[in-house]
């Protein structure tokens, strides 16, 4: 089953917060964030292995919560360049991907 | 990173006729190849999981005779749309990872995806 995202879609100015929630229905193995521009490849942000781990990458990190089945996207003094549409990527143990909902995030001057 | 190629990144064929999708490793070996689908503003969904040497496996509601998928060998996966039509238009997309297997655990580099469009 897709895990869900939420919110669906996040309008913002330059230099404003955002946070991105993703959440499953089952205990997950591991969560990947990427950002996918239109009509290109989704672009690796990071991954989370652990439950209550948490990593920054630059403006931009993540939680994975203690029981595993959920994980937050936290973007921070938002940029031009973060526009885009951010999926969450789960593992549920079957070694494969399942991409979240999405959620598209625009940023606007 | 991990170079994932694939080929080609438009195409436009008629009704009936096939579509391959080539999708190649190029600096590292992929016994696991993925592929996935993508409708306008939609997520990527997940058709099966290429496995070099032995039968690919289908996702849930995807048909294997529509959407051959061949693993010949450790750096490349074709993908072949039989008798496309129009609603076949999508994105498709593969990806692998260089540590062997699946995802697990690892990112997952994609391929620059391929428009197609049935008309």
């Known amino acids: 089953q897709q895990p869900v995202q939420s919110p669906q879609a996040v309008i913002l100015r330059e230099g404003e917060d955002a946070v991105i929630n993703c959440s499953s229905s089952?205990?997950?193995?591991?969560v990947h964030w990427y950002r996918q521009k239109h009509g290109e490849a989704p672009v690796f942000l990071m991954i989370l292995l652990k439950g209550g781990e948490q990593k920054g990458h630059e403006k931009i990190s993540a939680s994975f919560n203690e029981k595993k089945q959920q994980s937050s996207l936290y973007l921070t003094a938002s940029q031009l360049s973060y526009s885009g549409t951010y999926f969450c990527?789960?593992?549920?143990?079957?070694?494969?991907?399942?991409f979240g909902t999405g959620t598209r995030l625009q940023v606007f001057p | 990173g991990a170079v994932v190629s694939q080929h080609p990144s438009w195409v436009i064929c008629k009704s009936g006729t096939s579509v391959k999708i080539e999708c190649r490793s190029l600096?590292?070996?992929?016994?696991?190849m993925f592929w996935y689908r993508q409708f306008p503003k939609k997520s990527l969904m997940l058709m099966a999981t290429?496995?070099?040497?032995?039968?690919?496996?289908?996702e849930q509601g995807v048909e294997k005779d529509k959407f051959l998928i061949n693993h010949a060998s450790l750096t490349l996966s074709t993908l072949t749309v039989t008798s496309a039509h129009p609603e076949d238009s999508s994105f498709y997309i593969c990806?692998?990872?260089?540590f062997g297997g699946g995802t697990l655990n690892t990112e997952a580099f994609f391929g620059q995806g391929t428009r197609l469009t049935v008309v």
């Open positions: 990527g789960t593992e549920e143990g079957t070694d494969k991907l399942i």
């Open positions: 290429s496995n070099e040497g032995s039968k690919a496996t289908y």
């Open positions: 089952k205990a997950l193995y591991s």
């Open positions: 990806s692998a990872s260089p």
């Open positions: 600096d590292f070996q992929a016994t696991t």
